[in-house]
């Protein structure tokens, strides 16, 4: 657009073989879509014990039946020493399957989605239309990028979701 160049410049060409490459790449692909997500840790099972463990004292004040004062101080007696024995894992964030692999998530998408995912590529590894022995195709890992491997292989497509290569 800021070089205003003559249409005689250009050449038109069908746009349907084009479409249909780039939904060839990404129709077929079973690679897993994955979010970015906690996939370690167990803090918040240590938080789940001790509000247990208040749920159990204010129940032990409000109850007049022996039988289940006693169960209940057994109950406190084992959650106490759950939570003196319990091994805090600290918490690890990276990427996890979803469920979904791209074509899946391709071919559920609307265009919006399906224009999403093509920039995507495009913006990580480079995506150009190429023409090789005659036929026009999409180059992938082009136009100043170095394919997967310029960014660890990661396709970033937006609100926490991703694939990898």
Known sequence: MKQRLACGEFKGIDAQPVIDVITGMFANDTTDILAFQRVAGNAHELDELQAGLRKIQARLSATEDDDELDSLVAERKAVKARIEGFVIVADRFDYAPTG?????????GDDTV?????????????MVLAEHGGRWGIAIGSAGHNGP???????DLGNGLCFRR
Request: glycine fraction near 10%.
């Open 149 to 155: 491997a310029d960014t660890i292989g990661i396709v």
């Open 114 to 126: 399906k224009r999403g995912m093509a920039r995507a590529v495009k913006a990580s590894w480079g």
């Open 100 to 108: 979904q692999t791209v074509a899946e998530m391709w071919n559920a």
